[in-house]
């Protein structure tokens, strides 16, 4: 076998295998049918061929070949919303919605992951041009670690205190601790959320922790993987017992409540701990001279 067809297949194997590995990641799953397994997996073949094909092109002195990198990107790009329009479709059919952020997050995500098999497979063939295939699988493992590395985010018990909070009634009031929830009338009501509702309060640990559980959308994000997590006890017509965030605005303090299907407490706050921090709502005021003088 030539030393060219090594290359490539060395690049596309270990390219393809990394995309396979990184949908396989947590619990989520995602994307979980097979259907839409295949299509990334799919996806991910073609970025591992790209950049498989790229090292002996560039060998061959074909610099030209390797412009159909820049095509790569804009296919890539139209991952990001082919995973947009899906999920956005599919939160008219959720009891508890993700979110436009954590939609947006999830298809950037998408889209980068295939940029990252570029990478490994670039690796890989590289390593094996040079030296031979044993080097290429091992240049490709360890690009496969950095990437790893690098996809590694923020969860919510890194930038936040989760602890028990205090569900109560003033009236007709809904309170976790001293932080306002909403506005209940039914008696019925009441009743089920003192027999089988749980309170979580969100304590930021600084000045950018606090901004992070400003954001709308990451607190969206917190009630849908909870509720995904542990079930919530309403269906599309018990809308008032849909998982809620609200936020102290004087501390910056989130006071979550929830009814859930298991109401073990100590999986609640375990499940909060882990919600991704996204994207978008991840800021550093700290950074800036104005807000490290305002923390003060």
Same mark, same amino acid.
């Given at each position: ?85 899906? @999920? %956005? !479709?599919?939160?008219?059919?959720? &009891?508890? $919605?993700r979110g /436009?952020?954590? #939609?947006? *997050? =999830? ?14 497979? @670039? %690796? !890989?063939?590289?390593?094996?041009? &040079?030296? $031979?295939?044993? /080097?290429?699988? #091992?240049? *490709? =493992? ?27 009634f003033e ?109 978008s709502s ?15």
């Amino acid at each position: 076998m030539s030393k060219e067809i090594l290359t490539i297949v060395t690049g596309v194997v270990l390219g393809t295998v990394s995309r396979f590995w990184m949908m396989r990641r947590d619990f989520r799953q995602y994307p979980s049918y097979p259907h839409a397994v295949v299509t990334h997996l799919a996806l991910g073949f073609v970025a591992a061929t790209l950049g498989a094909v790229a090292i002996p092109a560039l060998a061959a002195k074909e610099y030209t070949a390797v412009t159909f990198l820049a095509l790569a990107a804009t296919q890539f790009r139209e991952v990001r919303t082919m995973e947009r329009e899906m @999920l %956005a !479709a599919l939160e008219q059919s959720a &009891l508890v $919605s993700r979110g /436009p952020d954590f #939609i947006e *997050g =999830i298809a950037r995500t998408f889209e980068a992951r295939n940029y990252l098999v570029v990478f490994v497979s @670039l %690796a !890989a063939s590289l390593a094996t041009h &040079l030296f $031979s295939v044993i /080097p290429g699988v #091992i240049a *490709g =493992i360890v690009a496969m670690a950095l990437v790893r590395h690098f996809m590694q985010g923020k969860l919510i018990g890194d930038v936040a205190r989760v602890r028990p909070g205090r569900l109560h009634f003033e009236g007709a009031n809904l309170f976790v601790d001293d932080i306002h929830i909403m506005n209940l009338g039914l008696k019925e009501t009441h009743k089920v959320y003192e027999e089988y509702g749980r309170a979580v309060v969100i304590e930021p640990i600084d000045d950018n922790a606090r901004e992070i559980l400003a954001n709308v959308g990451q607190r969206q994000a917190i009630a849908h993987e909870v509720a995904s997590l542990l079930g919530v006890r309403r269906d599309v017509d018990t809308a008032e017992f849909t998982p809620l965030l609200r936020r102290n605005v004087k501390t910056g303090r989130v006071g979550m409540v929830i009814v859930p299907i298991e109401p073990d407490m100590e999986c609640l706050l375990e499940a909060v701990k882990n919600v991704p921090v996204l994207e978008s709502s991840f800021v550093k005021p700290l950074a800036s001279k104005a807000g490290y003088c305002a923390s003060d």
